[in-house]
């Protein structure tokens, strides 16, 4: 059975950072894609971040320039290091591989959240 595990996130105040991890079990080959979403209070699940099998990552407006993904294929391990954060990053974040939402249905493979939140 293939499971995921989140890490890493807590209590931080504005301007600081924290560094998510992501791991993998069970897994018998690398996805695809790995991704990171976040979904706030009263908020619909949003893509933060993704990252290809090969290296290449697309990035949601609200977080380019201060979020960076990154992964260790030999692993099957999912990073993001996330600078300058603001208030409205508050929300739980969660890792997924080859994973999508159509219509709120979510598919693919999903970890059970880690809560980030950043105080004023």
């Known amino acids: 059975q293939v499971q995921l595990v989140e890490s890493g996130g807590g209590l931080v105040q504005a301007g600081g950072s924290l560094r998510l991890s992501c791991a993998t079990s069970?897994?018998?080959?690398?996805?695809?894609?790995m991704a990171w979403y976040r979904q706030a209070p009263g908020a619909q699940r949003e893509l933060v971040a993704e990252?290809?099998?090969?290296?290449?990552?697309n990035y949601a407006d609200s977080v380019k320039g201060r979020f960076t993904i990154s992964r260790d294929n030999a692993k099957n391990t999912v990073y993001l290091q996330m600078n300058s954060l603001a208030p409205e990053d508050t929300a739980i974040y969660y890792c997924?591989?080859?994973?999508?939402?159509?219509?709120?249905?979510?598919?693919?493979?999903w970890g059970q959240g880690t809560q980030v939140t950043v105080t004023s």
């Open positions: 069970g897994n018998t080959f690398n996805f695809n894609t």
């Open positions: 990252i290809s099998r090969g290296g290449s990552t």
């Open positions: 997924c591989g080859d994973c999508s939402i159509i219509r709120s249905l979510r598919f693919g493979y």
